[in-house]
């Protein structure tokens, strides 16, 4: 299946897997308003399909230059303040979008993910990135900050210090370096990347996406709960799993040692 947009193409493949493709490529793929609401209707049309059909959401941008440069300066320069909130927010809330998809979502960084792009991938669970990828907030070389969550998410990340060095100084860095600081997740050449990406999808949607799904979510809302809440929190996810076919088609398999046949309920 592929659906029409202006600025994104979006891909249902067989496996259940979807690819987000932010297709701005002239501009390095620029976030601009048209971008976010064609993702947040994308994202929409995602959520509300099955386990079945949607598995998992991998977002990457085309061309090989950048994943997502930043966002679309031109489209800046004329903001008032409460254009400037808005647009903010209307990035704040795609990406939180992200978090709340029952499904994995990969970033396939195939290139610059600068500013905005930046944020966009944080927003994803994790990202695999090509050799040639960079990352940077260099937002304060414009005399603005990070908008779309940049600040907060980064700082989950890799911790307060090095949030701070990097958001201050606005310094890129490249892939390596990225995944020392354990940005990425890992880091492959470019001819690579989507089989790398596709590699561990396999891993993933071979595993109960019921289970995936309630992970996911009880991970999210750990950051947001102090440890016995969140500990709380868990014990009570974990436990409304107990009735579900993918529960006892997992244990059952487990212990009749055979291959469970998983269907996300």
Not at 237 to 264: M, Q, V, W, Y
């Amino acid at each position: 299946m592929n659906l029409d947009y202006q600025t994104i193409k979006l891909e249902s493949k067989e496996n259940g897997v979807w690819v987000l493709t932010i297709n701005r490529p002239e501009s390095l793929n620029a976030l601009n308003m048209q971008v976010l609401n064609d993702m947040a209707d994308a994202l929409r049309q995602i959520s509300e399909v099955d386990f079945e059909t949607a598995k998992a959401l991998v977002i990457t941008g085309a061309g090989e230059k950048a994943f997502v440069a930043g966002a679309d300066i031109k489209e800046m320069l004329d903001m008032s303040n409460e254009q400037a909130v808005a647009f903010a927010q209307k990035g704040q809330s795609v990406f939180h979008e992200l978090n709340l998809l029952k499904i994995p979502v990969i970033a396939a960084v195939n290139g610059f993910a600068l500013g905005g792009g930046l944020e966009l991938a944080l927003g994803c669970d994790f990202m695999i990135a090509s050799d040639n990828a960079k990352f940077g907030l260099p937002e304060v070389s414009l005399g603005l900050i990070p908008g779309f969550g940049g600040t907060v998410r980064l700082t989950r990340a890799v911790g307060i210090r090095k949030a701070r060095e990097l958001t201050f100084t606005g310094e890129m860095i490249k892939a390596d370096e990225a995944l020392r600081l354990g940005i990425v997740s890992q880091v492959v050449p470019q001819s690579e990347l989507m089989m790398a990406v596709n590699k561990k999808l396999e891993m993933i949607i071979s595993k109960s996406p019921l289970a995936v799904g309630k992970a996911k979510l009880s991970i999210n809302q750990a950051f947001d709960l102090e440890t016995e809440k969140a500990l709380e929190n868990e014990a009570e996810i974990f436990g409304g799993l107990f009735g579900s076919f993918d529960t006892t088609e997992g244990t059952k398999a487990f212990t009749e040692k055979r291959k469970p046949n998983f269907k996300g309920i």
